[in-house]
């Protein structure tokens, strides 16, 4: 475990699983700490809070409390620990949690309630890890004990209560379990502590290995892994299945294709809400993936494009003698071409925007502008940080063909010097980026006789090794990941705290306790 992570206890014979060391702490101790919290412009601590109870105004609230004031990263934060004290606000997060009950046909009719303990959402029990997992995400405390109800006249569980868990009620058989959960929680060994190098950050790459067109393949997220080693920057590739960790990482760079209703928004709410520095951050979410949005965005602030109108059912049909086809029709929240269509005349306008109001209540309709290719600037923090051309396909009309079913083709990407970039085009482009915020942005734009329109602007733009730093090279990474770095460090003991863990940790046979009917005895540890 890294010196940034500390463990609170009421008594130091409560964490019975390891020497008692600078990790370790009693809570008095703790909470007498007042002004040796973290300094402004240092790392944030994640302090894992182990206290044997979080009732109100008790050592365990208070130290939840006193971490949050201190800017430290505290599991579970005070928000958690009124969720778990106040049932009314359980009530969503249960009926969540019943969904995922698995495993428990083999339970005994004359049996209807059963107990588990869950650390940081690990289970034995791999039928029951989805429930663990989740219980962890929904209520982020260490130690928690699920319990579940079989209502009479009901065949199915019900989740009746989540509570926090005293440690010193960790059953020894358990021990394994708990440090293996501990390990994968703050990801370090559970080793004496002897002198470690804290990196100047910890990074998490969020990715989707399987994504047929991700913004940066895996050679490149690896290389970027290397460039971090080199400025001291911890660099770690995690996946959706990471959630519950990520606040155990100091920012957070979204490599994977991002959406609102998806995983990704929910990662960058996340971090946002944690003060961690985040590439994209919601807001640019919100504004990138919608080409409604961005269109009135940008005529508000007199940024040319391509004619654009927005169409629905009901004005469908005053469009039959308004337009100068082709044109170009796109569902507003589509990405990598995906749903961006051209239309040659009425009836097909009319049979693409059937298919497309489907999907979205608006369809986007923009005057089709050809060019050999577009120009693509990477902006970052309002400055650019790469230039290139993006060549349509080979007998297509766009930069990137999808085939059905099949795999898609991408046009030849160009990458071209700030310096032999025309003026307009980078002025444009910068112009429009700072109209959504200090991230990272690719926007798309073509030149004509006409002058300098903007297609789109991106958030997660394409940045692959080869392709878009194929001039600049590892400056590009150099500059993100210190743009990052630059905002961590500036945030330093404001960051807020970080959210709690849990784990379930079986079904019958790794049940805690059972409730049986009247006349049933039912040990520990069997299935009769």
């Known amino acids: 475990m890294a010196p940034d992570h500390l463990i609170v206890v009421e008594k130091l014979a409560d964490f019975r699983w390891a020497d008692a060391d600078t990790r370790v702490v009693t809570a008095e101790d703790f909470i007498s700490e007042c002004g040796a919290a973290v300094d402004a412009g240092k790392r944030p601590r994640k302090v894992i809070n182990l206290c044997r109870n979080y009732d109100y105004l008790s050592l365990g609230y208070y130290c939840s409390l006193l971490a949050e004031a201190r800017g ?135 990715h989707d290995p399987l994504d047929p067109l991700p913004p940066s393949s895996l050679a490149t997220l690896q290389h970027i892994v290397e460039v971090g080693q080199s400025m001291d920057i911890a660099v770690e590739l995690i996946r959706k299945k990471d959630f519950s960790r990520l606040t155990q990482f100091d920012a957070l760079f979204i490599r994977e294709t991002t959406a609102v209703a998806h995983h990704t928004f929910k990662f960058a709410k996340k971090a946002e809400a944690e003060g961690m520095p985040v590439i994209d951050d919601p807001g640019s979410i919100l504004r990138c993936t919608n080409k409604a949005f961005l269109a009135e965005l940008l005529r508000e602030h007199d940024i040319a494009t391509p004619r654009t109108r927005l169409v629905s059912r009901r004005s469908l049909a005053r469009f039959e003698d308004t337009l100068d086809y082709p044109v170009v029709l796109k569902v507003p929240d589509g990405s990598f071409s995906r749903d961006v269509r051209k239309a040659e005349d009425f009836k097909q306008f009319q049979g693409i925007t059937t298919t497309m109001f489907k999907e979205s209540e608006i369809v986007l309709v923009q005057d089709y502008m050809y060019t ?51 003026p307009a085009v980078l002025d444009t482009a910068i112009k429009a980026a700072r109209l959504i915020g200090d991230g990272f942005y690719g926007v798309d734009l073509k030149q004509t006789d006409a002058g300098v329109f903007v297609i789109e602007i991106n958030d997660n733009p394409n940045l692959d090794v080869g392709a878009e730093d194929r001039l600049l090279g590892d400056e590009v990474y150099r500059r993100l990941l210190g743009h990052l770095l630059a905002k961590f460090e500036k945030r330093g003991a404001a960051t807020p705290p970080a959210a709690a863990t849990a784990v379930v940790t079986g079904k019958v046979g790794n049940v805690v306790s059972v409730g049986a009917s009247a006349g049933t005895e039912l040990k520990q540890g069997t299935t009769q």
């Open 372 to 422: 050999p290719y577009d120009w693509r600037v990477g902006v970052l923090g309002g400055q650019p940080l790469f230039v290139a051309r993006y060549h349509m396909v080979r007998n297509h009309w766009q930069i990137i063909k999808h085939a059905g079913d099949g795999p898609s083709t991408e046009g030849r990407t160009e990458a071209v010097a700030l310096n032999d970039t025309p």
């Open 72 to 206: 430290d990263r505290v599991t579970p934060s005070v928000e958690t620990i009124l969720d778990l004290q106040h049932r009314s606000s359980q009530q969503a997060s249960l009926a969540r949690l019943d969904r995922l009950i698995a495993g428990l046909d083999e339970v005994p009719r004359s049996v209807n309630t059963l107990s588990f303990h869950v650390f940081f959402g690990h289970i034995e029990d791999p039928e029951l890890s989805d429930l663990a997992r989740k219980a962890f995400e929904l209520f982020r405390c260490p130690l928690l004990q699920i319990e579940l109800e079989r209502p009479e006249g009901l065949n199915g569980w019900k989740t009746a209560a989540v509570k926090a868990l005293d440690p010193r009620d960790v059953d020894t058989s358990r021990d394994t379990l708990l440090m293996n959960a501990l390990e994968e929680f703050t990801r370090r060994r559970w080793t004496p502590a002897v002198s470690h190098h804290v990196p100047k950050m910890e990074l998490a790459i969020l």
